[in-house]
Each structure stands twice: as structure tokens, then as C-alpha cells.
């Protein structure tokens, strides 16, 4: 045996060695996951239950309530024949068309069902002309439902979907009993029971359903990561497996080796940390396609990741590696695991317990992902006085220890099926009823940051990636340099993640500075903020990952707050039903005109703290010209004077007030829900006064619902056809992303990350098919607030031209719904079956995760 065949005998031996330990521990987990869902199954068994007794005793009440209003003849209107019968049996109805609404009509249908309609149509059949004299007779043959207590019907002009006109009893419907019918008690005992398995049926399917485009989600998201650089370098077979060949093509034009006369591969296996080390430089040759350069290696039968850079001469020389990321394929089929990183989140926020915005959502949502992709996760929270933890499983004392002048009880919990861990010092700094909004905030934050930087010392643990989330956990970056890096907790490194640049910029510009590597929640806004002096300095570290949504928070297949389940194949059915539930909640006009939410913060950032000037004027102005409206609008000078307004204020004035002015005119051809609360108590009454008003000049198209309201907010996602996001920034924005999948198709204002993960269904094809999408809304742009200066009365020309656009632009959307319906639905299903969950950040992340270590 030689060397080489004695190295793969004892990689056979550990393979088998470790396929051992891997059924040890799948049988564990397998046991595990068992008991978990034989407890979940319970509880679902009995939650049926509960529903089917629900159900049947309201079904019950109805019915109850039909059988008063049943008779088994009406006297020259209708009979049956025999007069005694039970279920299963043919009997014979009659109809007298005379003197009734259908006395002119050529045909005669019934349209029936039973029990109150349960089972809704279940009796179709098209009546002929009798000889029964003394009236106008027809009759029909009709097999009595098996399960009927009471037979419900209307007669009319034609089939279903045909007929224009009923008789319909005076809206009453017709309604006999079942003479023969089984007992009362026995029927309900049936029924429930009846209710009970359809809702198991149901439910089980329903699973399996959502396990199926989970699954099929995650391949096509996996495909669309490993072919994210086909432009630059891609792999065949895309699926890279262990012990078999691969070829790499790469293609040095769209690279800083541009023009380089010699292209060098230069690769390794397992993050470079493969026991035989990297492979020898390759010179790469030019593939048959002529554009790109190609290479053909062996991957190890121990390699999980298979990690590479490319450069220009065989000793080095100029580099290409992704920006100090390298290059990182997985490999399938390794007798080898990836070891698993511990990541540990420190943070104020996580939602659903401390949830104020997107930070929150982020929190839980990475953490989930990045767990389910095998790796440990850990958050370390305050434990606010003001959490409900109902949201928290097997909550507990875990321990105590002393620091700051105080102790710190330390309690355990499982949130989203994330370990958590509570801090709660005993001097009351997180007992006042609140997250946010006290003046000591900076000094609570900065006290939790160093608490929990203490507690992973003195508990002894050693993560591999400490991650903070902007201002309020930012300390955690300079506090872990400066006092702990070499005082135990060695093995870590920090990553920052800022989520909005506009608050606590100070805290951001240090955290920039200690950070091993930092992030923002988009690429645009990545670099829409790059020149701020914060981050200007730290580019090299600086990296931009759009976020993304829960999918079983938000998933209209398994909503509790909508009327219909719907998935992308039946989006129309899901979407109609939320719609017709909304404008009945609302108070709105049943109709299928299309309907746009709102669902925001009204504050600045989202440009909607001036609506209510805008819509004011507009109101005022009733509907005149958007062009005078403009004018007047720029020269308010009581507005300017009385509240201070610098000239970018003065500019989303403007922006509000054309926006507005479109609005108020469309609201003839559409419906507007507008969701959210202001934290400034001046701006929540000045919109309180702006709906009142609105609600009484458009009352059955326009609602405001100033408030927070989570199971509202849902329906609305649904119920929508258009949701529109017009941010004057946005970092990233989950909104856009909520609305997509529920099948709503969002307007976006090209910013952040709205440009980010919106693609305009005209402009944006080609930019959508780099990242591997189809175009999904609509876009328009602003002008740059910060070319606004003192100069503006020199540029109203300019800005008219250039709002009017923006205008243009917004209201293709309405032509669209009006014009082709069918490509709209089309559109529909298309943004509901793109992936925007974590399945990708995820995997970003953790590309990041490992550079930092690297």
C-alpha cells in the first residue's frame, strides 16, 4: 500500500468512523424531534377539537334558525314527491313558474344544497315542463344528500355562472326538512366529529404544503447563491462534489485582472484549514467560449467548502479576492461536517418580546436562519419589566453574578427556539416600563453592553462572533477591544451592523472604528451613506446585506389573521377574499377597485409628517389644478414661519403635496388604507384631524387607522393590490418585502433598500436578471434632497419637470390594473413565489462571519 492509498484507507476509517457518530447523534435528535412532535401533535389534536365543537355549535344555531323557516310544500310555488323520504332517496320537486320572477323565463334551474348550505352547491339541475296542471309546472328528479337534515335551494334562469335571474324566496332562499332525517343528537355527534377529521385532513396537508416550497424555496435560493457571480467565476457541475472533479471558469473582465496576460488559481478546501494545505498555483487556461479562463481540480472526499482566489502571477502579484471575502463554494458528499460557529447577538431589541422596529425583526430572523443552517446562536437581552413573556418558553433562573456596583440576576428562556439569555440588574436600570424614550438611554445601553461583555467572561463562554446592532449595543465593540480581547475572551471577534445611520452617530463612528468587520442592511444604502465621516475611513470592512422577513411570521398560507389560506397558486382566490374582509372592516365600498395600503411610522424618514398639509390643500383646493397647488404650496410662507422648515423640508413638502394631489384624484378609480401611529404626539393629532377629514370628503375609499395594530396590518398586507413604500431613505425596508409575499405589489421610491429588491417592470429588467429575479413593482425617483439649498426659487422650473416625472412614473401602476388584469395577476403570483426570507442573508452572513475569523 502507498502513501497515497494509505491516506484514503484512513480517511475510509474516519468516514466510517464518523458516519457512526453522526447516526449516534441523528438518532438523538431523531428522538427528540419525535417527542416534540408528538407534543405539538397533541396540542393540535386538541385545538381541533376545540375548533370542531366551535364550529358545530355555531353551524347548529343557523341551522336551527332555517329549519323554523322550512315547510314541505308552498302552495302554488313549490312541492315535493313523495312526502316522505330520508338521505339517498330520488324524489321529485316541482316549480310554478307563474306570477313568480322567473314567470318569462325559457329555462329553469335549481340550485341547491342542504343543512343551511355546509357543503355549498350540492344539488344542480335543470327542470322540465310537467303535466301538473293548475299553474305553470316544472319539475326535476333530485337525489337527497346522504347527511341531510334540511334541504336549502333557489330556482333560476340558467347554471351557475350563467343565470341573471332568481327566485330566491325574497331572499329567504327555500328550505325544507328531511322528514326521515337522522336523529338531532346523532347528526351533530357525526358532524363534529365530521369537522374533526377535515380539520386534521387540512391541517396535515396544509403542512406538507408549506414544507414542500420551504424546501423548493431554499434549492432554488442555494442555486441562485452558488450562481450569484456567474459573471465573474462559476463551477461544473454548479453542485460541487466530494472526491469527484470540478471545473472552474472564471472571467477576469468584470475583475481587478482586467487585461492581465496570465490568470493564476490558486485553491485550498475548508475554509484553508485542509490538512494537505492549498493546492500548488495553477496557471488557468482559456475556456472554448473564449471569454473566460478555466481549470479542472480534484475535491477531497473530506472537503465541505471548497475556497479559492485567483491572481495574476504565479508568485502572487495583484490579487482578486472579493474584497478580502474569497471565493467560497459549498461541496456536497464530504465525509466531513463543517464545524459550527457560536454567534452571539447582543442587542436591545428582539422581536416578538422587545420589538420597537426592524432591529428587532433582524434579530430574531438572522439568528433563526443562521441556527438552522447548523450553527450555535445565542442573544443576550435585558430583561425589560415591560416584555411579555408569553413569548418566552421555559423561562428560568439560570444565575447570578456581580458587577458595576450591582448584581445581575441572569435569567434563561427560548424565544423563536433561540437560547436567550436575560440580564436584570437588581439597581432597576431596565424596570421603567419601556425600550426606548427615557434620557438615560445611552447610559442603560452602554451599562448592558459591558454586562453582558462580563457575563460571557465570567460564564466562560467563547463565541466566535460577538454581533451588535447599532447605537444601543454599539459599546460592545470598543468595550470588548479594550477590555476583554485579552482577558479571556480571546477567541471572538466583532461585527456591527448599523440599521439606521440617523441616530446615535457618535456610538456608530467608534463601533466603525473597533469593529473587526461591520455591516448596513442593504447595498444601495451601503453606499448612500459611504461618504458620511463615520464610515468614510472604514470601507474596507464595510459591507452591505439586504435584510429579509420571516416566512412563518408573514405567510398567507398559514395566517390566522386572514380569511383565506393562499399560496402563489391560488393568490387570486386569497387575495379577493382579504380584500372583500378588509373593506368590510374598514367601513369601505365592496367593490374590486384596486386598493392601496399604507402601512408606515409616520415620521420623517418616511416623508409623511407633512400629509396633512398636503392633503389640507388639496382638500381646500377641491381637486384644482396639481400645478397651482404646487405653486401655492412652495410659497406658504405662514406654514415655513411657523414651524421652522428648512429648505430639504420645504422640498418634501413638494414631494408630499404632488404625491397627495395624485392621490385625492385617483381616489374615483381606487381605494386607500393608510396603517400607522406617529411617536411624536403632535404629528399623531395632526393626522387624527387629517382623517377625520378625510373620512367625511372620502369615506368609502380613503381609511387612516392611526394606531398600531398587528392583526390589521396582515389583512391589509393581503387585501391590498398595491402597497406603497415612498421613503425619502430607507436602509432597507421590510414592507416591500411583507407585501411581496402576500402577493401585494409594491411602489417603491428608488432608495436604499427599496432599489435594492424592487424591480421596476419597465426600467429594470436587465438589473433584475443579474440577481437572478423577474421584475416585481414599481419605481419612481425623487430628486436629491441635498440639491435643494438656498438656490431652489432659481430651480422651480427644474423641480416642477422633475416631480412631474416622478409623478408619471408612481401612477403606472393604475393603468396596469385597469388594462391588464391578467398580466397583473400574473405579476401577482411572480412576487409572491420570489424568495425574500433569510435563506439568502444567511448565507452572506456567514461568508462574513467566517472572513472576520480568517
Known amino acids: 500500500m502507498d502513501e497515497t492509498k494509505f491516506e484514503e484507507f484512513l480517511l475510509e476509517e474516519k468516514k466510517k468512523e464518523l458516519e457512526r457518530l453522526a447516526a449516534e447523534e441523528n438518532e438523538k435528535k431523531r428522538l427528540a424531534e419525535e417527542q416534540r412532535q408528538r407534543e405539538a401533535e397533541k396540542a393540535a389534536i386538541e385545538s381541533d377539537r376545540l375548533q370542531a365543537k366551535t364550529q358545530v355549535e355555531k353551524r347548529r344555531q343557523g341551522l336551527h334558525h332555517v329549519m323554523k323557516l322550512a315547510s314541505q310544500s308552498a302552495h302554488h310555488v313549490w312541492q315535493m314527491e313523495p312526502s316522505l323520504f330520508e338521505g339517498g332517496d330520488r324524489i321529485k320537486l316541482y316549480y310554478n313558474r307563474s306570477s313568480h320572477p322567473l314567470a318569462h323565463a325559457s329555462e329553469i334551474w335549481v340550485h341547491g344544497g342542504h343543512n343551511n348550505w355546509s357543503e355549498g352547491l350540492s344539488i344542480v339541475r335543470e327542470l322540465s315542463r310537467s303535466e301538473k296542471v293548475d299553474g305553470d309546472w316544472w319539475c326535476v328528479d333530485v337525489v337527497v344528500p346522504d347527511q341531510a337534515v334540511v334541504l336549502d335551494w333557489v330556482f333560476a334562469n340558467g347554471p351557475p355562472g350563467k343565470a341573471v335571474c332568481y327566485d330566491n324566496n325574497n331572499l329567504n332562499d327555500f328550505h325544507a326538512t328531511v322528514p326521515k332525517g337522522m336523529p338531532d343528537e346523532l347528526f351533530w355527534v357525526e358532524e363534529e366529529q365530521r369537522i374533526f377529521r377535515k380539520l386534521q385532513e387540512d391541517r396535515r396537508k396544509k403542512a406538507e404544503k408549506i414544507e414542500r416550497v420551504k424546501a423548493e424555496t431554499k434549492e432554488r435560493t442555494m442555486k441562485m447563491f452558488l450562481l450569484s457571480q456567474k459573471h465573474i467565476v462559476y463551477t461544473e457541475p454548479v453542485d460541487v462534489q466530494a472526491g469527484k472533479m470540478v471545473s472552474i471558469f472564471y472571467n477576469p473582465s468584470n475583475t481587478v485582472l482586467n487585461g492581465k496576460p496570465e490568470v493564476w488559481f490558486r485553491c485550498s478546501f475548508n475554509r484553508w484549514s485542509h490538512p494537505k494545505g492549498p493546492l500548488p498555483p495553477q496557471k488557468m487556461v482559456l475556456a472554448e467560449n473564449g ?3 478555466k481549470i479542472t481540480v480534484k475535491v477531497p472526499i473530506d472537503a465541505y467548502m471548497m475556497d479559492f482566489v485567483f491572481s495574476e502571477k504565479e508568485d502572487g502579484g495583484l490579487y482578486d479576492n472579493r474584497n478580502k471575502m474569497d471565493y ?18 447582543i442587542s436591545v431589541e428582539m422581536a416578538p418580546i422587545a420589538k420597537v422596529g426592524g432591529l428587532g425583526d433582524v434579530v430574531t430572523s438572522l439568528s433563526r436562519a443562521v441556527q438552522d443552517l447548523g450553527h450555535k446562536v445565542d442573544v ?17 433562573y439560570h ?3 456581580s458587577w458595576g456596583g450591582t448584581e445581575i440576576k441572569v435569567m434563561f428562556g427560548k424565544v423563536e427556539g433561540l437560547s436567550v439569555y436575560f440580564l436584570e440588574p437588581q439597581n432597576g436600570m431596565f424596570s421603567v416600563g419601556c425600550i426606548y424614550g427615557r434620557n438615560d438611554d445611552g447610559n442603560r445601553f452602554g451599562f448592558f453592553c459591558h454586562a453582558a461583555l462580563e457575563f460571557l467572561l465570567q460564564s466562560g463562554f467563547q463565541p466566535d462572533i460577538l454581533h451588535c446592532h447599532d447605537w444601543s449595543s454599539a459599546p460592545v465593540a470598543w468595550l470588548f477591544k479594550e477590555h476583554y480581547i485579552h482577558n479571556g475572551l480571546s477567541n471572538s471577534r466583532v461585527v456591527f451592523t448599523i440599521h439606521n445611520l440617523e441616530f446615535g452617530i457618535q456610538n456608530i463612528a467608534r463601533a466603525m472604528m473597533f469593529a473587526d468587520k461591520a455591516t448596513t442592511v442593504s447595498q444601495t444604502y451601503s453606499r448612500e451613506i459611504s461618504g458620511n465621516s463615520a464610515i468614510s475611513p472604514h470601507l474596507g470592512k464595510f459591507h452591505g446585506i439586504v435584510n429579509g422577513i420571516d416566512p412563518d411570521i408573514w405567510d398567507p398560507c398559514n395566517d390566522q389573521f386572514i380569511p383565506v389560506s393562499y399560496t402563489s397558486e391560488n393568490v387570486m382566490e386569497g387575495k379577493r377574499a382579504a380584500k372583500d374582509a378588509l373593506q368590510q372592516r374598514l367601513g369601505l365600498k365592496r367593490s374590486d377597485l384596486p386598493l392601496v395600503g399604507i402601512i408606515t411610522r409616520l415620521t420623517v424618514q418616511k416623508g409623511i409628517h407633512l400629509i396633512k398639509h398636503a392633503v389640507w390643500r388639496t382638500l381646500e383646493q377641491n381637486g384644482q389644478a396639481g400645478f397651482s397647488l404646487l405653486s401655492k404650496a412652495m410659497f406658504l410662507h405662514p ?17 408630499w403635496v404632488i404625491l397627495l394631489y395624485r392621490f385625492i384624484n385617483l381616489m374615483t378609480l381606487l381605494q386607500v388604507v393608510l396603517l400607522g401611529s406617529a411617536p411624536d404626539p403632535r404629528i399623531q393629532n395632526d393626522f387624527v384631524n387629517l382623517g377625520n377629514q378625510l373620512h367625511n370628503s372620502h369615506a368609502d375609499r380613503a381609511r387612516f387607522c392611526l394606531t398600531y395594530d398587528e392583526p390589521l ?12 413604500v415612498p421613503s425619502i431613505f430607507e436602509p432597507c425596508g421590510l414592507t416591500q418585502l411583507i407585501a411581496m409575499r402576500y402577493g401585494s405589489v409594491p411602489i417603491v421610491r428608488k432608495t436604499g433598500g427599496l432599489y435594492d429588491t424592487v424591480f421596476d417592470v419597465d426600467n429594470d429588467k436587465e438589473r433584475a436578471q443579474a440577481q437572478g429575479l423577474e421584475p416585481n413593482g414599481f419605481s419612481f425617483e425623487g430628486t436629491d434632497a441635498g440639491g435643494m439649498d438656498s438656490a431652489l426659487n432659481r430651480h422651480i422650473k427644474q423641480l416642477t419637470s422633475k416631480l412631474f416625472d416622478l409623478i408619471m412614473g408612481f401612477s403606472r401602476a393604475f393603468p396596469a390594473w385597469s388594462n391588464a388584469r391578467e398580466w397583473f395577476y400574473s405579476l401577482c403570483k411572480r412576487v409572491m413565489e420570489q424568495d425574500w426570507s433569510w435563506n439568502r442573508p444567511a448565507l452572506d452572513y456567514m461568508e462574513l462571519y467566517h472572513s472576520t475569523r480568517n
Open 713 to 724: 396590518s396582515h389583512l391589509i398586507y393581503a387585501g391590498a393590490d398595491f402597497i406603497l
Open 291 to 293: 471569454s473566460h479562463h
Open 328 to 345: 467560497h463554494i459549498p461541496v456536497t458528499g464530504s465525509i466531513a461536517k463543517e464545524p459550527p460557529m457560536h454567534i452571539v447577538h
Open 399 to 401: 444565575s447570578t453574578f
Open 639 to 655: 406654514i415655513i414661519s411657523s414651524h421652522h422648515f428648512c429648505i430639504t423640508a420645504l422640498y418634501i413638502t413638494v414631494f
Open 380 to 396: 443576550i437581552l435585558p430583561n425589560y419589566n415591560c416584555m411579555n413573556l408569553n413569548n418566552v418558553k421555559d423561562f428560568h
